[in-house]
């Protein structure tokens, strides 16, 4: 087993270790859905000099080697390139990474009164434990889209000043048959409504309490309730990201799955500067419930991206597409299960992640006989282990815990499509798809030392 990497850290490191866990618990508490990361994403990298796709193309401009540029996928996608010195056809070196994460949605006609309490009804999006979900304070962020064009962005339970809503749970004392039931069922996804309030408006017959919620939202977002049929609102963990334990080591945070991987994947672009071979990182949507949709990786936006930007370059062909795709060369980060001794029977010790030994490789990921797995090839181990040791990343490599145990799967096989190496990378996570998870800040810094090495070496 590798060192602990905190052990070899420098003075300098320990310093550099806190800046980017600041920087990064910053971005985890501003940017809790697709929507706000990919806002974050394209204000940061016009910062640091890149333009819009979108613009250049409209202007015929012709990109070069040290161009910068960026494209996006109906707000929840990005694309950032930096174009190097080699022919856009040998290939890319892509860093990609999903900035959705699990949650509650809204469903399209939400609004209820019940015994003179107002609820939203509600539908969870990805995998998880619904108990886990239950009375904790939570917030509400989105769009509401209006039939005369106007998006108004919704964010309410952030500010300390801001309320909060909330899932019931029955009471311990009346809890003896839902104490029975398997923790699968012990809460029902039907049962998962957002209590909203309880003040009835004065005047109002029938359904009062939601009467006043309605005035509410009038009153602050100018909305009407058939204004949720395209209001796009997600329910999430209310609160910022804040260390965890007593040595500040780790991170307690909503998202990290997979946005602890999307962050130091899109500073590693802005920091790694000019290469020779065109650099990318992709932040894709939809990858909790299948990486389906026009924003998830199954989609045509990537290649329709990279095909925008070869006839940028003169190079207007389908075959010019195929042969930089099939070229490239990806680290699809995501994160990976770190080993938790309360439930060392779902582990296998040898083959698993822990906090504090760097960056993780999967080699490859699945359920039960590698299903649904990308299973890399050798060849590209061995290179990215001599790149990793060349510029002293520590990292390790694990499975998603014990065969047959469970299991799951990332978009690595979807970019292997396209004939690319591709590698499951990322960082261990320690309650993973829980409404707070944690990470270790020593992981993340070395996955972002990893992530720079691949840019400019890979």
Same mark, same amino acid.
């Given at each position: 087993?590798?060192?602990?990497? @905190?052990?070899?850290?420098?003075?300098?490191?320990?310093?550099?270790?806190?800046?980017?866990?600041?920087?990064?618990?910053?971005?985890?508490?501003?940017?809790?859905?697709?929507?706000?990361?990919?806002?974050?994403? =394209?204000?940061?990298?016009?910062?640091?000099?890149?333009?819009?796709?979108?613009?250049?193309?409209?202007?015929?401009?012709?990109?070069?080697?040290?161009?910068? #540029?960026?494209?996006?996928?109906?707000?929840?996608? =990005?694309?950032?390139?930096?174009?190097?010195?080699?022919?856009?056809?040998?290939?890319?070196? =892509?860093?990609?990474?999903?900035?959705?994460?699990p949650r509650l949605d809204l469903k399209q006609n939400p609004l209820y009164e019940d015994t003179e309490l107002s609820f939203m009804d509600t539908h969870y999006y990805g995998g998880i434990k619904k108990y886990q979900w239950v009375a904790l304070p939570l917030a509400l962020h989105g769009v509401v889209a209006k039939k005369d064009g106007t998006v108004v962005n919704v964010n309410i339970g952030e500010d300390p000043a801001d309320p909060v809503v909330y899932v019931t749970d029955l009471l311990i004392h009346l809890a003896g048959?839902?104490?029975?039931?398997?923790g699968s069922v012990v809460v029902e996804g039907e049962n998962l409504d957002i209590l909203v309030g309880s003040r009835p408006l004065a005047g109002e017959e029938k359904d009062a309490v939601k009467a006043n919620i309605l005035r509410l939202l009038k009153e602050k977002y100018q909305m009407e309730e058939e204004d949720f049929l395209s209001a796009e609102i997600e329910v999430v963990p209310a609160g910022p990201a804040r260390d965890c334990g007593l040595d500040r080591s780790?991170?307690?945070?909503?998202?990290?799955?997979?946005? #602890?991987?999307?962050?130091?994947?899109?500073?590693?672009?802005?920091?790694?500067?000019?290469?020779?071979?065109?650099?990318?990182?992709?932040?894709?949507?939809?990858?909790?419930?299948?990486?389906?949709?026009?924003?998830?990786?199954?989609?045509?936006?990537?290649?329709?991206?990279?095909? !925008?930007?070869?006839?940028?370059?003169?190079?207007?062909?389908?075959?010019?597409?195929?042969?930089?795709?099939?070229?490239?060369r990806?680290?699809?980060?995501?994160?990976?299960?770190?080993?938790?001794?309360?439930?060392?029977?779902?582990?296998?010790?040898?083959?698993?992640?822990?906090?504090?030994?760097?960056?993780?490789?999967?080699?490859?990921?699945?359920?039960r006989g590698k299903s649904g797995s990308n299973d890399a090839n050798a060849e590209y181990l061995a290179r990215l282990r001599r790149i990793f040791d060349d510029n002293k990343v520590a990292f390790q490599t694990a499975e998603l815990g014990k065969v047959d145990y469970g299991g799951g799967g990332t978009i690595a096989y979807i970019a292997a499509l396209?004939?690319?190496?591709?590698?499951?990378?990322?960082?261990?996570?320690?309650?993973?798809?829980?409404? @707070?998870?944690?990470?270790?800040?020593s992981d993340l810094? !070395?996955?972002?030392?990893?992530?720079?090495?691949?840019?400019?070496?890979?």
């Open positions: 087993m590798r060192e602990n990497s @905190w052990l070899s850290y420098t003075e300098e490191d320990d310093k550099n270790v806190e800046v980017l866990a600041q920087e990064y618990k910053e971005f985890l508490s501003k940017c809790k859905t697709e929507r706000e990361c990919t806002q974050y994403f =394209i204000q940061e990298a016009e910062s640091h000099g890149y333009q819009d796709l979108n613009k250049l193309i409209a202007q015929g401009t012709r990109l070069k080697a040290g161009d910068k #540029v960026y494209g996006v996928g109906m707000g929840k996608t =990005i694309a950032l390139f930096q174009i190097g010195k080699q022919p856009l056809t040998e290939g890319m070196n =892509i860093l990609c990474a999903h900035i959705d994460s048959k839902q104490m029975e039931k398997k780790m991170i307690a945070g909503y998202g990290h799955d997979d946005r #602890v991987c999307a962050y130091p994947s899109f500073a590693a672009m802005m920091e790694a500067g000019h290469v020779d071979r065109t650099s990318c990182c992709l932040l894709v949507d939809k990858e909790e419930i299948g990486s389906v949709g026009a924003t998830g990786m199954q989609s045509m936006f990537f290649e329709n991206t990279v095909a !925008e930007i070869l006839a940028l370059m003169g190079q207007d062909s389908n075959l010019a597409v195929r042969r930089t795709l099939a070229r490239s990806m680290l699809s980060s995501d994160v990976s299960a770190a080993y938790d001794p309360a439930y060392a029977e779902a582990f296998e010790k040898k083959n698993c992640a822990y906090f504090g030994k760097g960056m993780v490789i999967n080699k490859y990921t699945g359920a396209y004939g690319m190496e591709v590698v499951d990378s990322g960082v261990a996570v320690l309650s993973m798809h829980a409404p @707070w998870e944690i990470i270790s800040k810094y !070395e996955a972002k030392k990893g992530y720079v090495a691949f840019l400019k070496n890979a």
